[in-house]
């Protein structure tokens, strides 16, 4: 017996796999204004294959924490629900994590107060996307001159700071949207896609805006969901 033996098979039995599936569900259509996407997320352990909540039990969890952390009042619609799995195996361990991700529409946009004061478009109380080891949305707490103080929540963390503005993406729908930024929150947009984008198709969705780039959302080939940040010339709207 090869004395390397024993040692290949436990390295293989402590190796962490890990695998993604999606799937994707349109939900009620809305014609209302795109205001944000929003998601929640719900996992499950099974030892030996024996425990853990099924996938339908899994995704009402996700489900209803999208619910949860964003209250729908009057006017406002979720749509366009999609599904990702987050599978991760060693040895006899498996988690499964499911990430439920939904659109808001908005039938009561907000107007610009008089005497609000703008800053590279952006003001105190939007909302806004922020690149922080992955997108978080957070809210525009203050405005000064140079970076806004933002707070978001980061693995169930609350946290502020200061951010540039060039780093923002306003992603609340607004009137006012088209003229400070060209575009608008929901716009569909056409890209030319490089070969490291994996897009599915060469159209995208406008979810954040900025005086510099705009954040737009896009179906990859592996049906889940990306957000990319690109310059306004490489877009144009269908």
Known sequence: MNPKLPIIIFSLLLTSCVFHSGNISTGAASDC?????????????????????????????AKQKV????????GVYFSNFAVDYKTTIIFF???????????????????????????FGLKQGDTVLYNFDGYVKGTI?????????????YRSKSKTKEV??????????????????????????????????????????????NKEKILIKYIRK?????????????LHLQ
Request: proline share 3%.
């Open 164 to 209: 540039k503005y060039s780093e923002l993406f306003k992603s609340n729908h607004e009137e006012m949207n088209k003229q400070e930024f060209g575009f608008t929150i929901g716009d569909i947009v056409k890209y030319k896609p490089t070969e490291e984008d994996f897009m599915k198709l060469d159209i995208a969705t406008v979810t954040g805006l």
């Open 33 to 61: 204004p795109y205001r944000e996407t929003v998601e929640g997320r719900a996992k499950t352990v099974k030892i030996f294959g024996i425990g853990g909540l099924q996938k339908d039990a899994l995704i009402k969890e």
């Open 93 to 119: 361990y498996w988690k499964t994590e499911a990430i439920v991700s939904a659109d808001i529409f908005d039938c009561n946009p907000a107007q610009l107060k008089e005497g609000t004061k703008l800053y």
């Open 222 to 234: 592996d049906n889940l969901y990306y957000r990319k940040a690109v310059k306004k010339e490489e």
């Open 141 to 153: 707490e203050e405005i000064k001159p140079q970076k806004a103080l933002i707070s978001f929540k």
């Open 67 to 74: 619910y949860q952390a964003n209250q729908a009042g009057k």
